[in-house]
């Protein structure tokens, strides 16, 4: 390419719904414009949470229970504590949270602060993430939210094994689940993130370019989008996995439990529940609630395919392989009817049997010094079982 084309930038051209002056113009009804917090972004979340309501009937949270503990906002500056069984007479909407913790938080739920957090405490107390996600709680006029630092003590084993069995109805049940997918740690806001890379052009905002008639009237605006921005899963289609809540292990299993969620991504929002995926580039995704209709076998090979994802993904604590995913597999099992034996299901064997590790791709695996890293120190599954090593697995096509 001669240098008078290499820098070159293509823009769309559109205006918005309802201010259509001229046939046949490309229209649009959100605009990605890389600031979370906008009026625009938030108008994406809520239209799309009121067609949900309005036109997705398998999307509606059936109010039969809510968590142990909640999270209540009180007046305009304060939180507290509660536990449901004491103080809700009914289950309330709830906004559930998946979030990358980072570094050790700095206030989480104890036996000996229990009480304070009880009595309430400011929300300027708490980390930038959960503050982003009170932000938006109150913009969908929720009260109640479930973040588990906040919601399950963290020094009582007992209440961390009671608690994390809950996990499918703690996702499934809430009335919203808030993705903080650009944040690596509680200290790094997704309302407000600063510069970043996206891998897209990071100062091509919408331009606004006004359009009036002979007597200086304002007619339309017309909206130019940077042609990157409008296709940039087809552009990137790997853009999404930048974000650090897709390395995460634990958080695999929150997006997909969740009847629907809102991700806040470092390049768009994202919206997914049980009846569509959507994005604000308004590419087409592949819907992977795990609430969505399908065939025992179409069950089976989403099984398998979240599986190899989440083999890939990390795990601070290594003992933690079956209970990360132990709540998706609950709801995979009810649907399927079958056994589940340490990550295998017993009515197909021959499928759960034959995974591999793809050394290739897995640079965490070494055959030529000593003990392989793949394999952990301590037992956590038996040797026939994907969950006895650490690392990516494939499982082989039996069909």
Partial sequence: MSGRYRNTRYWNLYVLDGQLPWPDFPTTDVVPDFDPASDMSMSFLQRHISDCDANHPGCRVAASSVPTRLIQLVGGNTFRIVESANHLVDPVPYVALSYCWGADQALKLKEDNKTQLQQGLPITTLPIVFHDTITVAKKLGIQYLWIDSLCILQDSDSDWRKESKRMAQV????????AAASSATTTESFLNPGPRDYGVYTDAKPKRIPIKDSSGNL????????ENVTSRHYKNPNIRHADPLTKRGWTLQEKLLSTRMISFGLAELEWVCASESACECRTDEENESVHS??????????????????????????????PALAGLARVVGDKLGSKYLAGIWEDDLLGGLTWYVNLDDDPSFSWKFGPLPGFPRDYRAPSWSWASINGRVEITDTE
């Fill in 219 to 226: 007619v339309t605006e017309l909206l130019a989008l940077p």
């Fill in 293 to 322: 209709p399908r065939s025992k076998q179409e069950l089976l090979g989403y099984w398998y395919d979240r599986l190899a994802e989440y083999c890939g993904r990390n795990l601070t604590f290594p003992k933690d392989k079956l």
């Fill in 171 to 178: 996702y499934s049940g809430a009335y919203i689940t808030i």
